[in-house]
C-alpha cells in the first residue's frame, strides 16, 4: 500500500515538474518566476532523498505550483540580486523546513545535507581564497625566529615505542618504516627539525626529552642542549639532544653539564645496537658536543637545506 502510494505521489510531481517548466520556459525574464521554478526543482530532488508520503509531496507540489502560477501574473519591476548569506539562505531554509514537517526525521537528515552544500556552494566556500596560505610540506615548516635557541620539532616516535615511523612526504602521512630487530625501544620522543639537511640525506634527527610520550604527527617547539657525533651505512647521523621549551620540569636544564651521565650514556648505548640485528644496516656513535657547537650544527645543516633547494626538489632517502 505504501509503494502505491509513494508511486502516485511520484507521478503527481513529475506533472508538477512538467508544468513548472512549461512556465519557466514563457517567463525567462522574471527573477521572480526563475526562483519559484528552481524552488519545485529543489523540492522534488530533496523528496527523492527524504522518501516522503503522498500527502507530503502532494502539498509541496502543489504550494510551489501555484506561487509559479501567481508570480506569472505579477509585473514588478526587477529586483537587483543581493549577494548576502541571508538572501541565499532565506529560501533554502524555508525548503528545510517544510521537509521537517512533512518528512520527519528522513527528510530533516536530506533537506539539512542538500540545504548546506547548496548554501556552500552558492556562498562561494568552495572556492579558494586569494589570501589563504597553501600546505606546508613538514620538511618546509619554517623554523621560527627563535633559530637555534628554540627550534620546531617534528615528531615520529613516541618515547618507549620499538616501531620506527617515517614521514612519507609522497603520500603525506606518518608510514611505519619497521619495527626494531633489537630487543630495544627509543629511550625519548624521536623526530627531526624540518628545513634541515645531513650529509645522510635525511634532516637533522634529534631526540626529545620530555614527562611523557608526545604524539607522533605533532610539531613541539624544543631547546636544543647538545648533540651526539654518529654515523651509519648512508653517512654522517648526528643526533641532537633537546627539551621540550614549554615544559617546566626541564626549565633548568640549558647546557650539557646539565644532563645527568646516565642518560647520556643510554643514549649512546641505544643507537650502538638498535640497528645491530638489521641485515647490511650498523651504527657507530662517537662522543658528545655541547651546547654551542649544536646551535652552528643547526644553522650548517639549515644552510644546506636552503643550497639544495635552490637547485630544485629535495629527495629524501629516510631512515
Known sequence: MFLQRLNCARKRLTRAMASSSLLSSVSTSSPRLSSSVSRVSRVSRVSRFAGLGGNGVRKMATTATSKTKRNLFKHKPKAKPQATATATASPLLGTFKRVLFFGGLAGAAAAGTYVGSTSAE?????????????????????????????????????????????????????????????????????????????????????????????????????????????????????????????????????TLRDVPEHVLREIAHFFSTYKALEKKKWAKVGGWKGTQDTKKLIEETHEMYLQKKKEGPIHYTGN
Open 122 to 254: 552558492a556562498n562561494g566556500a568552495m572556492a579558494p581564497l586569494p589570501n589563504m596560505p597553501m600546505a606546508v610540506s613538514v620538511y618546509d615548516v619554517p623554523l621560527g625566529k627563535r633559530m637555534p635557541d628554540v627550534v620546531p620539532c617534528f615528531i615520529e616516535v613516541s618515547r618507549g615505542s620499538r616501531n620506527k615511523y617515517e614521514w612519507d612526504n609522497s603520500m603525506g602521512f606518518l608510514k611505519l618504516d619497521r619495527v626494531l630487530h633489537s630487543a630495544v625501544f627509543y629511550p625519548h620522543n624521536y623526530g627531526f627539525f624540518p628545513q634541515t639537511l645531513c650529509g645522510d640525506g635525511d634532516p637533522l634527527d634529534v631526540l626529545v626529552m620530555g614527562d611523557l610520550p608526545l604524539v607522533p604527527g605533532s610539531i613541539v617547539d624544543v631547546r636544543p642542549i647538545a648533540y651526539m657525533v654518529m654515523e651509519d651505512e648512508k653517512g654522517m647521523d648526528e643526533k641532537v639532544l633537546a627539551v621540550v621549551d614549554k615544559s617546566p620540569h626541564y626549565s633548568e636544564m640549558m
